[in-house]
């Protein structure tokens, strides 16, 4: 099978982009795929128009980022037009502005899979070609997506995860030492609950002063309390040290499509604490894992007590949790997706 991915991947982690590339990582090993980066992700303005003419001169060079491997030729184009693109079965991507353009490129690129894993679309729904496929990232998307667009294809494959990257097999279970969360910034990162998860870093701090308090992000905000360790989670082994140190990691999220870090944190050991969002419950239940209400401070707080002052009910989480997550593995998840293509090229 001969697969297009437009992905516009950077230098720096992005938490959209891991699953696609993790999929392309496996799938890589039995079909062709390209994989294309356009430096004008087909938006218009003055700064996209020069860095339209920047990809020109970079058109056809490779591109290869700096916080995961990609298994797969990673190709530089100045925009996401046909013209750039080689021939192939299908041509998947995930940015939804892009659907009405991608949509009515021929048949020559394939039929055209669109990857739904936010919530924005479902918010604000876009005008999307019928002849454009919709996979789904959660039970909760496909449910929406169903709702939002009756007379589209929908299917439904989970996100992964690394299993073989994430992990930590000589994590030794004694007590909870140590609490994680990620640090989320910009204008569309208010749902995932970040002051939340500093308000209940705030009161655990002052209950259990002897407890060391890690947060991951992208960049320092520079107002973090003094006893918050920040860790900088540029490349993929800088997360892997963060929750390899967590042993409670805690997502606070309001909202969300299918989140990568509780799953990552269930591979590396650490007992997750989350709120009911998104695909949560698709890879998690009440053995490995302590579910919560979304914006229920008081409830968080508890199940994060209950884990410091009961270490075996914190240590059968934690390795439940372990366990339950190896079905995730992405060795898994992309044989659905191939699965999913081979139905699409069947069907169509």
């Keep these: 099978m001969r697969i297009n991915v437009l992905l516009n991947i950077?230098?720096?982690?992005?938490?959209?982009?891991?699953p696609i590339i993790e999929f392309c990582n496996k799938l890589s090993k039995h079909h062709d795929i390209v994989m294309y980066k356009a430096f004008n992700p087909n938006k218009n303005g003055l700064e996209y128009f020069v860095r339209e003419k920047i990809g020109f001169l970079l058109k056809g060079k490779s591109f290869i980022p700096e916080w995961i491997d990609c298994d797969f030729p990673v190709e530089i184009i100045p925009r996401?037009?046909?013209?750039?693109?080689?021939?192939?079965?299908?041509?998947?991507?995930?940015?939804p502005h892009l659907a009405c353009d991608v949509g009515g490129w021929s048949k020559r690129t394939g039929n055209k899979a669109m990857r739904v894993s936010n919530i924005h679309l479902l918010k604000n729904p876009l005008d999307i070609p019928e002849s454009v496929f919709l996979i789904a990232s959660s039970t909760m998307v496909y449910e929406k997506l169903k709702i939002l667009y009756p007379r589209h294809r929908i299917f439904r494959v989970a996100n992964g995860v690394n299993c073989e990257f994430f992990s930590y097999e000589n994590r030794f279970y004694e007590k909870p030492q140590s609490i994680g969360m990620i640090f989320y910034e910009g204008k569309n990162a208010g749902h995932k609950g970040v002051e939340i998860g500093l308000e209940i870093f705030k009161r655990i701090k002052s209950e259990y002063p002897h407890l060391h308090f890690l947060i991951a992000g992208l960049k320092n905000p520079g107002n973090l309390p003094g006893y918050v360790e920040f860790i900088k989670g540029e490349k993929s082994s800088d997360m892997l040290e963060f929750y390899q140190n967590t042993d409670i990691f805690i997502?606070?999220?309001?909202?969300?499509?299918?989140?990568?870090?509780?799953?990552e944190a269930m591979a590396c050991g650490c007992a997750v604490v989350t709120t009911d969002v998104g695909g949560i419950r698709d890879f998690a239940t009440d053995e490995s894992a302590i579910i919560c209400q979304p914006g229920n401070l008081q409830q968080m707080l508890n199940a994060i007590k209950t884990l410091i002052e009961n270490p075996e009910k914190w240590r059968n989480i934690a390795q439940n949790g372990r366990k339950k997550i190896k079905q995730f593995d992405y060795s898994n998840q992309a044989k659905i997706l191939e699965e999913v293509f081979y139905e699409i090229l069947s069907t169509s």
């Design 10 to 18: 950077g230098k720096k982690p992005s938490g959209a982009a891991r």
């Design 251 to 263: 997502f606070p999220s309001l909202e969300d499509a299918f989140p990568n870090p509780p799953m």
């Design 80 to 95: 996401y037009d046909e013209k750039w693109i080689k021939d192939a079965d299908i041509t998947f991507f995930r940015s």
